[in-house]
């Protein structure tokens, strides 16, 4: 079964700083997609961005870029330029590949505070 | 609909009761998933319907859960009995397939806050 772990359950950065979340995920598959959510109070979860195991750059999305080493089974997310509207819970999440439906595995998460 | 609704966005009720939650999904989308959120923690998967297939229930944490769709639209997960250990928020996700490699994203309801008192 997989699995992602986020070792950070709470983050903190100043409001145009640049912060990163980080994400380690175990497999066995060599074909699979992540994800980063967002989730604001609101409870409803927003997709931040996504990576395809088979390509080898990294995804990027304005001001959310991931560092994906599939080697060492790293996942995280660049936050650059913080805005307060940023703040939220963060979840990786996990796919696996082959289709193009499937359950996700989710990390614990990372709470995300951002200062004026 | 605009986006994946759910109802009722909360809902209280006592120890041995049996709930209703109720999704219905972005249309035209056949698939739909079913994930708990236990306060605090990162969201688990309990069960996901794709077209007419059989439904995957591998996440289902016990025999007092279950979960119905009709056709490609409305889902109700059904509680039985509930638990306080069910106190939770349940999230509804949809999704269209598309061929090829899966390029679908799941789009997800805000929830039902369950609490069992």
């Known amino acids: 079964a997989q699995t992602v772990t986020q070792s950070q359950p709470e983050m903190s950065v100043q409001e145009a700083e640049t912060v990163t979340l980080s994400c380690t995920y175990d497999t066995s598959e060599s074909d699979y997609y992540l994800f980063w959510y967002k989730q604001p109070p609101s409870r409803q979860m927003i997709l931040v961005i996504r990576?395809?195991?088979?390509?080898?750059q990294n995804a990027t999305e304005n001001r959310f870029s991931v560092n994906f080493q599939k080697a060492a089974k790293s996942f995280s997310l660049k936050i650059s330029d913080s805005q307060l509207g940023d703040a939220a819970m963060y979840f990786c999440?996990?796919?696996?590949?082959?289709?193009?439906?499937?359950?996700?595995?989710f990390g614990q998460g990372t709470i995300l505070t951002v200062h004026p | 609909g605009a986006g994946v609704s759910q109802s009722p966005s909360n809902k209280v009720t006592e120890k041995g009761k049996d709930v209703e939650l109720r999704c219905d999904p972005i249309s035209g989308h056949t698939a739909l998933y079913w994930y708990r959120q236990r306060l605090g923690q990162g969201l688990e998967f309990l069960i996901y319907?794709?077209?007419?297939?059989?439904?995957?229930k591998s996440g289902l944490p016990s025999d007092r859960f279950s979960a119905e769709r009709t056709g490609e639209s409305v889902s109700t997960l059904t509680i039985q009995r509930t638990q306080q250990e069910d106190s939770a928020v349940y999230l509804c996700?949809?999704?269209?397939?598309?061929?090829?490699?899966?390029?679908?994203?799941?789009?997800f309801g805000a929830g039902t806050r369950l609490s069992v008192l």
């Open positions: 996700a949809s999704s269209l397939e598309r061929g090829g490699r899966g390029k679908n994203i799941q789009y």
């Open positions: 990576q395809e195991a088979y390509k080898q």
């Open positions: 319907f794709q077209g007419n297939s059989a439904p995957d």
């Open positions: 999440a996990y796919r696996s590949g082959g289709t193009s439906y499937g359950k996700l595995t």
